[in-house]
C-alpha cells in the first residue's frame, strides 16, 4: 500500500481536522495554540512515514538484515562493530548519502562505497570525524511505501557514544525491529533492554537471524524459548520471524543458495500489513481523540457565544466582567500550580544528589579492591596492551557500580513522577472543572466536563565515561620496562578511582537534571496549553456575539457532527 492510498482511506478524519480549523479561524476558540495543535494533527496524518529502527547487540547482523530488505549491499557489514551513529535510509530516485557533521551543522555528499570511512569504527574510531548523522537516499520499493529505515549502533556496546545516540533516537521511533540470533538467542544485557524499551516503542517484531546455521528443529526449540524469555519480560504475544539475512540477500539477488526460503518474505508481509492497517488505526484513534477534545472545547464556547448573543448591552458587560474575574483567578491557581510543581521537581533532584553521594562512597573501596584482584590475573600483560584490559576493566565496574542503582533509582523516581502527575492533572483538571461550572452557570448552559490527560516520564540519555589510561598519563611510561610501569600505572588507577566514580556521578547527575526539566517543562506546557485552549475560547466567544448568532448556530451543529464522529473513531 502507497502514501496516497493511506491518504485516501484517512479521508474522514482528515475532514473532521479542516472543519475544526475553518471553525477555530471564523473566530470561534481563535487561540494561536489550538490553531497549531490542529496542524500539527493534520500533519501527523500526512506524512504517513514509518520510522523504523533496526535495534540489536553488535554482530546479530542488523546492517545484514537492513541490506536484504533493501536488496543491495548498502551498508558495511563484518565481524567488527560497523555501526557507530544514527543511519538513516530513506527512498529516493537514485543511490545518494549524505554526511552530516555536529560541527557547524556541515553536510557532505558522498558515495555508498565510502560509508565505512565514516560509520564504523575501524573508518571512524571514536567518531573523531564528528558525524552527527547520515542520510541515506535508495530507489528501494521497500522504502518507497512510506517506510524509513534507521540503523542504530549496537546495545551492549563499550563505546559510550553508541549507548548515547541510540537512546536518544528511540522516541522518534514508529516501530522496532529486534535483531536476535540462534548463537545465542538473547543475552543479558538484550534482555534488560527490550526491558526498558518496551515502554517507549509502541511496536516490536523480533527478528531470529541466521537460521542458516540451525536445523529446522533447532529453529524450533530456539523461538519457543525466545517466546518464554519474552513472555516473562511482560512483552505480549510477541511476533519472531526466523530468518537467513544472508540468504535472503542471495534470493533478491537471484541467487539462492538452497531449496529452503530464507523467510524475509513473510516478515515483509507482515510489516506492510502493519503498515497499512494497524498503524493506521492507532494513528487515526491517537488524533480522533485530541480532535474530540477541541470539538467538545469549541461547542462549550460556542454555545457561550450563543447566549450571549440574547443578552442586552447591559447584561452582557456584567456577564464579561464576571467572567474576566474567573479568567484571572484560573491563571493564578494556574501560576501556583506551576511554581508548586517546579519545587517538587527540585526535591526529586535533591534527593538523586543524596543518593548519589551514597553510591559513590560505598562502592569507591569495593571498586580499589576489584582492581587489586584484576593486577594479580592480568600479571604479565604491559604495554598499550595493558592499557587497553585496565580501560575495559574499569568501564566495566563503572557500569557494574551505577546499573543496577540506576535501574532502582529510576523505578522509585518514576513512581514518584507518576503519583505527581497524577495529582497535578487532579488539580488541574479541577481548575478547568471550577471555571467551567462558573462559566456555564453564568450563561446559564449545560457543561461537559474536558478533562486534562498529560503523562509525565523521564527518559534517559546517559552513557559512561572512563579517559584513555596512556592518554591521561604521561606518555614516557610508555617507555618503562614492565616491571617499573604497572605498579606506577596502577597506582595511579587506585587513586584515581573516586574521581572516575565522581565523574560518572555527575553525568548521571546532569542527566536526571537535563531529563527531569525537559519533562517537567513540557508537562507545565502540556497543562497549561489545555486550560489556554478552554480561556482563550471563552474569550473569543464573547468577542462582538452579536454579529455572529447565526455563525454560532451554524458551529454548534457542526461541531455536533464533528463529536459523533471522533466518538466513533475513537472507539
Not at 36 to 65: D, N, P, T, W
Not at 155 to 183: F, K, P, R
Not at 506 to 535: H, K, N, P, W
Request: charged share 25%.
Amino acid at each position: 500500500m502507497t502514501i496516497t492510498d493511506q491518504a485516501v482511506e484517512r479521508h474522514p478524519i482528515e475532514e473532521t481536522l479542516r472543519t475544526l480549523l475553518g471553525i477555530a479561524e471564523s473566530g470561534v476558540g481563535s487561540d494561536k495554540n489550538l490553531r497549531e495543535k490542529l496542524l500539527s494533527l493534520e500533519g501527523k496524518l500526512v506524512s504517513g512515514q514509518l520510522h523504523l529502527a533496526v535495534l540489536g547487540q553488535m554482530k546479530r547482523g542488523k546492517s545484514s538484515f537492513i541490506n536484504a530488505l533493501l536488496g543491495a549491499e548498502v551498508l558495511p557489514t563484518g565481524v567488527l562493530p560497523v555501526t557507530a551513529i544514527i543511519t538513516e535510509i530513506r527512498y529516493g530516485p537514485a543511490p545518494d548519502a549524505v554526511i552530516v557533521y555536529s560541527t557547524g551543522n556541515l553536510r557532505e555528499q558522498v558515495g555508498l562505497s565510502t560509508l565505512a570511512d565514516y560509520i564504523t569504527e575501524v573508518g571512524n574510531p571514536g567518531n573523531k570525524k564528528q558525524v552527527a548523522s547520515v542520510e541515506i537516499a535508495y530507489p528501494s520499493s521497500f522504502l518507497q511505501s512510506g517506510i524509513i529505515l534507521i540503523d542504530t549502533p549496537g546495545i551492549g556496546s563499550t563505546h559510550a557514544h553508541n549507548t548515547q545516540t541510540t537512546e536518544q533516537y528511540l522516541e522518534q521511533v514508529d516501530a522496532g525491529i529486534i535483531v536476535l540470533s540462534v548463537d545465542p538467542p538473547i543475552t543479558e544485557i538484550e534482555s534488560q533492554f527490550l526491558k526498558d524499551l518496551k515502554e517507549d516503542v509502541p511496536k516490536l517484531f523480533f527478528i531470529l537471524n541466521k537460521t542458516d546455521l540451525a536445523s529446522p528443529d533447532e529453529i524450533h526449540t530456539i523461538a519457543r524459548f525466545l517466546e518464554n524469555e519474552l513472555d516473562r519480560l511482560q512483552i505480549g504475544s510477541p511476533e519472531i520471524f526466523p530468518l537467513s539475512a544472508r540468504q535472503a540477500l542471495q534470493e533478491k539477488r537471484q541467487t539462492p543458495a538452497s531449496g529452503v526460503s530464507s523467510g524475509l518474505e513473510i516478515f515483509e508481509r507482515r510489516l506492510r500489513t502493519f503498515l497499512s492497517e494497524e498503524k493506521q488505526q492507532v494513528l487515526v484513534r491517537s488524533v480522533a481523540l485530541d480532535a474530540l477534545q477541541i470539538a467538545r472545547t469549541l461547542k462549550f464556547a460556542a454555545a457561550i457565544g450563543l447566549r450571549a448573543g440574547t443578552m442586552n448591552a447591559e447584561e452582557l458587560q456584567c456577564k464579561r466582567l464576571a467572567l474576566d474575574c474567573l479568567l484571572s483567578r484560573t491563571e493564578t491557581e494556574m501560576y501556583e500550580l506551576q511554581v508548586l510543581l517546579r519545587q517538587r521537581s527540585a526535591d526529586i533532584l535533591g534527593r538523586v544528589e543524596r543518593d548519589l553521594i551514597a553510591q559513590v562512597e560505598t562502592s569507591v573501596c569495593e571498586v580499589q579492591q576489584r582492581l587489586k584482584l584484576f593486577q594479580a590475573q592480568h600479571s604479565k600483560q604491559s604495554g598499550r596492551a595493558f592499557g587497553a584490559l585496565l580501560e575495559d576493566f574499569l568501564m566495566k565496574e563503572v557500569e557494574r557500580v551505577f546499573r543496577k542503582w540506576r535501574t532502582q533509582e529510576d523505578e522509585e523516581i518514576q513512581a514518584q513522577l507518576d503519583a505527581l502527575s497524577s495529582r497535578f492533572v487532579t488539580q488541574a483538571n479541577s481548575i478547568l472543572e471550577r471555571l467551567e461550572q462558573a462559566a456555564g452557570i453564568l450563561f446559564e448552559i449545560p457543561v461537559e466536563h474536558l478533562a486534562i490527560s498529560c503523562p509525565l516520564r523521564v527518559e534517559s540519555h546517559l552513557y559512561y565515561k572512563v579517559e584513555r589510561v596512556f592518554y591521561s598519563l604521561d606518555s614516557f611510561l610508555l617507555l618503562l620496562p614492565r616491571f617499573l610501569m604497572r605498579p606506577i600505572v596502577l597506582r595511579r588507577m587506585h587513586n584515581n578511582v573516586p574521581r572516575l566514580l565522581d565523574m560518572n556521578a555527575g553525568r548521571i547527575r546532569y542527566d536526571y537534571l537535563e531529563r527531569l526539566q525537559s519533562s517537567m517543562g513540557q508537562f507545565e506546557r502540556d497543562l497549561r496549553a489545555a486550560i489556554t485552549m478552554v480561556t482563550e475560547s471563552l474569550k473569543s466567544a464573547l468577542h462582538t456575539p452579536g454579529e455572529k448568532g447565526h455563525q454560532y448556530t451554524e458551529t454548534l451543529g457542526a461541531l455536533d457532527s464533528v463529536i459523533r464522529d471522533c466518538s466513533c473513531l475513537a472507539r
